[in-house]
């Protein structure tokens, strides 16, 4: 409530400090910071990750009910995906799985 009363500037640590923030990448190295992050996010299990989204944003309208509702008709969706296959297959032959976000 105060900082959006205030808007007094909140630095990096106490953004951090108060749960605003996950992570900070200092301003040399930032670039290839995020852009290892952005690699890594595009070489994974994007269906996964859409469900995820729509999971969370959900929730702040759901009941408890509805929520967990939602969240196992999303599991069964990406259940059926040829990522979740690949997944699988990855873990049993111990190699890094290839996504293709079908």
């Known amino acids: 409530m105060g900082a959006a009363l205030f808007a007094e500037p909140v630095s990096a640590q106490q953004a951090s400090d108060w749960g605003m923030i996950w992570e900070v990448a200092e301003d ?57 296959k690949e997944g699988v297959l990855a873990f049993l032959e111990k190699r890094p799985a290839r996504y293709e976000g079908r």
């Open 28 to 84: 040399e190295g930032f670039a290839d910071h995020w852009h290892a992050r952005a690699v890594k996010l595009a070489e994974g299990p994007t269906q996964a990750y859409r469900a995820i989204k729509q999971a969370l944003r959900a929730s702040f309208g759901n009941s408890l009910d509805d929520q967990l509702a939602l969240e196992a008709h999303l599991q069964g969706e990406c259940g059926n995906t040829r990522d979740f």
